[in-house]
């Protein structure tokens, strides 16, 4: 089993900004994969269901994006699923052009206060991402006035793109084909 957690925040007023791109390809898989995440469960947004043949769950955490590790850490211990080998996380990255994948097997938090949490909550680094480009911040600006801001009309042309290759990559992820998904995206 799988759990596939896209990060983000909840409410109206966060869709469609930078810092929700998690939660975008979750609804992306769910409506592809035919998945209803509409369950509340472990402070989480979630449903059950398969991806080429694998069982997984799609979350997206009512925690507050700096609080995701409470929601993901709840869940790891209560499916017995070990972050190394079933937890994949999908987030905004500021490092990144808009639009362009990095797929990892683990790593630090970057600078992500929410992936920061994860590590803090499940106790290791080690467990697979699929970063989704949102572009650097402009000079002057306040990072949490730019993540939680919306995309321009051209950018967000690029991130919709990306949301659909974030799709692929997670479906090679869960039949064990990270090396394939880092080959093909990143």
Same mark, same amino acid.
């Given at each position: %089993?799988?759990i596939?957690?896209?990060?983000?925040?909840?409410?109206?007023?966060?869709?469609?900004?930078?810092?929700?791109? *998690?939660?975008?390809?979750?609804?992306?898989?769910?409506?592809?994969?035919?998945?209803?995440?509409?369950?509340?469960?472990?402070?989480? /947004?979630?449903?059950?269901?398969?991806?080429e043949?694998?069982?997984?769950?799609? %979350?997206?955490?009512q925690?507050? %994006?700096?609080?995701?590790?409470?929601?993901?850490?709840t869940? /790891?211990?209560?499916?017995? &699923?070990?972050? =190394?080998t079933?937890?994949?996380?999908?987030?905004?990255?500021?490092?990144?052009?808009?639009?362009?994948?990095? @797929?990892?097997?683990?790593?630090?938090?970057?600078?992500?206060?929410?992936?920061?949490? @994860?590590i803090?909550?499940?106790?290791?680094?080690?467990?697979?991402?699929?970063?989704?480009?949102? *572009?650097?911040?402009?000079?002057?600006?306040?990072?949490?006035?730019? &993540?939680?801001?919306?995309?321009?009309?051209? =950018?967000?042309?690029?991130?919709?793109?990306?949301?659909?290759?974030?799709?692929?990559?997670?479906?090679?992820?869960?039949?064990?084909?990270?090396?394939?998904? %880092?080959?093909?995206?990143?």
């Open positions: %089993m799988f596939i957690a896209g990060l983000g925040n909840p409410t109206g007023k966060y869709e469609k900004t930078r810092h929700n791109v *998690g939660f975008d390809v979750i609804d992306l898989l769910a409506e592809k994969y035919k998945i209803r995440v509409s369950e509340r469960k472990h402070r989480a /947004l979630w449903g059950t269901g398969m991806i043949g694998q069982k997984v769950i799609l %979350m997206k955490p925690t507050f %994006m700096n609080l995701s590790g409470e929601s993901i850490g869940a /790891l211990n209560f499916y017995k &699923v070990e972050p =190394e079933g937890l994949i996380v999908i987030y905004d990255d500021v490092s990144l052009v808009p639009g362009k994948l990095r @797929i990892r097997k683990k790593g630090s938090a970057g600078g992500h206060n929410g992936v920061k949490n @994860i803090s909550h499940v106790g290791t680094q080690e467990f697979l991402r699929i970063k989704i480009g949102v *572009g650097e911040k402009p000079q002057g600006w306040d990072l949490a006035d730019y &993540v939680l801001g919306r995309f321009s009309k051209e =950018e967000r042309a690029l991130v919709e793109e990306a949301f659909g290759k974030a799709c692929e990559a997670a479906a090679l992820m869960v039949q064990n084909e990270t090396d394939r998904a %880092m080959n093909l995206f990143n």
